[in-house]
């Protein structure tokens, strides 16, 4: 069983689209994170959810919007893609609120090649 | 602000021989600290983490870390390293007291060890 799910694994696109990215987690986790890994797999928190309540946003362009429907799902959504969006994009689920020694649980990842 | 160094981009060892992966951090508080794994393609797995007591903490596959205040450090170490030990290895701080649960990571170490 997976614990943390992300869909696609990979997606390829032109500049100027719209697209997005899918995660679910059948862990029971409340909080629920988006981090972005860039060519040097420096790894940046852009967004963070706790039982659907935004609670961590980072300095990161409008045209990202991450959506949650309900605490299982975290879904992030990208406009006007431009060529610097090309990275790793992890989902990843936390116990609790977010907060203290909770581990994350990441997904594996969606590949995002902006052409 | 909180932040977490790993001062060696990537660490040789060979196989059998000790490993240690370097990590220091900065936070105004006190920290709770993780260490995660990256193999290729693949996301970040939870490895160990510093809560509170013990200075030394047991992870998995044989890993352990010590916590040293004095030193803000966080050290990942493993007795007899394996060729399949060979990954991306991340610390992460928390600060217990704010940023709403923030985890900063470090830049990463890559370890290759060599049969």
């Known amino acids: 069983d997976t614990a943390v799910s992300q869909t696609p694994k990979y997606l390829v696109t032109q500049m100027g689209n719209d697209k997005s990215i899918k995660c679910e987690q059948n862990l029971g986790h409340d909080t629920m994170y988006w981090y972005k890994q860039d060519s040097k797999k420096f790894l940046k928190i852009m967004f963070s959810y706790n039982n659907k309540e935004l609670i961590i946003n980072e300095t990161v362009p409008n045209r990202f919007s991450p959506k949650s429907p309900d605490k299982a799902h975290l879904n992030l959504h990208i406009n006007s893609l431009e060529l610097g969006d090309s990275a790793v994009y992890f989902c990843?689920?936390?116990?609790?609120?977010?907060?203290?020694?909770?581990?994350?649980?990441f997904g594996p990842g969606t590949r995002l090649t902006v052409l | 602000a909180q932040s977490v160094a790993q001062p060696e981009d990537q660490v040789n060892v060979a196989e059998g021989n000790p490993l240690t992966v370097k990590c220091t951090y900065s936070v105004s508080g006190n920290p709770y600290l993780f260490w995660y794994v990256q193999y290729p393609n693949r996301g970040l797995q939870f490895l160990l983490k510093?809560?509170?007591?013990?200075?030394l903490v047991k992870g998995s596959y044989g890993f352990e870390a010590e916590f040293n205040k004095s030193q803000t450090s966080f050290h990942l170490k493993k007795p007899s390293a394996l060729v399949s030990d060979s990954a991306l290895y991340f610390c992460?701080?928390?600060?217990?007291?704010?940023?709403?649960?923030?985890?900063?990571f470090g830049d990463g170490t890559t370890l290759t060890v060599k049969p």
């Open positions: 992460a701080v928390r600060d217990r007291w704010g940023n709403a649960g923030k985890s900063t």
């Open positions: 990843a689920s936390s116990q609790g609120q977010g907060q203290g020694s909770d581990t994350q649980y």
């Open positions: 510093y809560i509170t007591g013990d200075n």
